[in-house]
């Protein structure tokens, strides 16, 4: 894989850009035709719910359409786009379906214009009536992702904690899923073995959940590497990614690697766990690397060991392998919170890019990067951060790809990023440094 992709060096734009609308044809026509509502809606099941068609006025864009049925009179439906619609909550104008009604039929539709190698978690957010207000504030807008809907038909469906359902949308050029989904012409492979615990933290002080997931062929094989993960539960539940190391590892693409993750029991410690936390180490060789050491033999060499996360689980991978060198010598930083700790969530570089700004040696650590287009200043940041890292000796892989802050992108990335830095058996030995 190459996972080098040329980038811009100037400054992106703070927003993404607002998608194109055009009027959603297939819905019209589809009523004009005589079809009902309910045909329509079992049409875009059957279609994987959303129509994908070529976009004459962009080649490099495909028209999205989405259609969900008109009860009320008062209601709107929203289409959330993520990270656009996150970025541009303030006015979610641009994001209102159509309303489409012939002859008694009553629906939701909306065709946006949408880079052709764009995947994205979306969503349908169903309000009576709409509160122009709703993205005033992040403490209002983030109760919306507990109520929303899915995409009609059988897609994948992510569910948040608080139950809401929304949909991964994946267009036709979008990077590949390696692993991610499973081939129904190949014999399914054998799940891995998943142990889940709790440790009460005697070192941060606040209790966390924790995971290890050993691939089938570990017993026999022997563990050959180790990935220490932030954001355990969403890994493992809402967007899970484990299945496609246990198609990774029967391919021979990955090693048999010990894959430990973790998550603050109360998300509200989050940020106290990932935000540039010196004693994050400490946690991860003396309670976590133990508790997990406990299932399997694990390398203790850290050019074995990768460490990774996104958002500020990406902040703290680049803290962790700048700080700690001795528990992990690879990471994977995705979507990097390199504004940290900036109270504002602005544009200002933050600690974490002055720390390495200031000098110091990062020859020997090896770094798979990635961050989405569409993700404001957190673009800007993250390409400082591959330019500091790399001044510092560090081996950088890094891509940019279409899409946001979401873990629809990231479960790819890593996935990716294992096979990157830990290598596989199918070449007959694992990666080894140049």
């Known amino acids: 894989m190459n996972a080098s992709i040329a980038t ?11 998608p194109r609308r055009s009027s959603p044809t297939r819905v019209v026509d589809a009523l004009a035709r005589g079809a009902s509502a ?31 049925r008109l009860e009320h009179d008062d209601e709107s439906a929203v289409l959330l786009i993520d990270t656009v619609t996150h970025l541009h909550r303030s006015d979610l104008a641009p994001f209102v ?61 992510c569910v948040t904690a608080g139950g809401g359902r929304s949909s991964i949308l ?3 050029d979008a990077l590949p899923e390696r692993f991610v989904r499973a081939d129904p012409s190949e014999d399914p492979v054998p799940a891995g073995t998943i142990h889940r615990g709790r440790i009460d ?11 290890c997931h050993l691939p089938a062929n570990a017993a026999e094989r022997g563990v050959s590497g180790v990935a220490l993960l932030s954001d355990g539960d ?32 109360d998300p509200a410690d989050r940020p106290r766990a990932l935000g540039m936390n010196p004693a994050l180490a400490g946690f991860l060789t ?35 392998v700048r700080r700690a060198p001795h528990v992990a010598r690879n990471a994977i930083v995705q979507s990097g919170s390199f504004w940290w700790p900036d109270p504002a969530d602005g544009a200002a570089p933050g600690e974490q890019l002055e720390l390495w700004r200031g000098g110091g040696s990062a020859a020997g650590i090896r770094i798979f990067q990635e961050v989405g287009e569409f993700e404001g200043h957190l673009l800007g940041l993250n390409r400082e951060f591959r330019a500091l890292a790399e001044g510092a000796g560090a081996a950088v892989q890094y891509r940019e790809y279409c899409g946001g802050h979401d873990f629809a992108c990231w479960r790819v990335g890593l996935v990716d990023g294992l096979i990157a830095l830990l290598g596989g058996e199918a070449s007959g030995a694992p990666a080894r440094r140049a």
């Not at 060096?9 to 850009?17: A, D, E, G, T």
């Not at 496609?244 to 430990?260: E, F, I, N, Q």
Request: proline share 11%.
């Open 201 to 211: 933290s005697r070192i941060l002080g606040f209790p966390l959940d924790v995971w």
């Open 234 to 265: 969403r890994l493992t539940s809402e967007v899970p990614m484990l299945p496609a190391l246990d198609r990774a590892s029967a391919a021979g693409a990955l090693v048999p690697a010990a894959t430990v993750l973790y998550a603050t029991a």
């Open 170 to 172: 994946s267009l036709p």
């Open 286 to 320: 003396d309670e976590l690397l133990p508790w997990a050491g406990s299932f399997a033999a694990l390398p203790t060499d850290p050019e074995r060991r990768v460490v990774g996360g996104a958002s500020l689980g990406g902040l703290a991978a680049a803290d962790l």
């Open 8 to 18: 811009p060096s100037s400054s992106p734009p703070f927003l993404p850009p607002i």
């Open 38 to 68: 309910e045909d329509v809606l079992a049409e875009a099941a059957r279609v994987g719910g959303a129509w994908i068609d070529p976009d004459p006025d962009a080649p490099d864009h495909r028209i999205v359409t989405v259609v969900r």
């Open 97 to 157: 379906l159509d309303r489409v009604e012939h002859e008694g039929s009553r629906l939701h539709a909306g065709a946006f214009s949408l880079p052709a190698t764009l995947r994205a978690t979306v969503a349908l957010l169903v309000e009576r009536p709409l509160d122009p207000e709703l993205g005033a504030t992040r403490e209002r807008w983030r109760p919306v992702y507990d109520r929303t809907e899915a995409l009609p038909g059988d897609g994948e469906v």
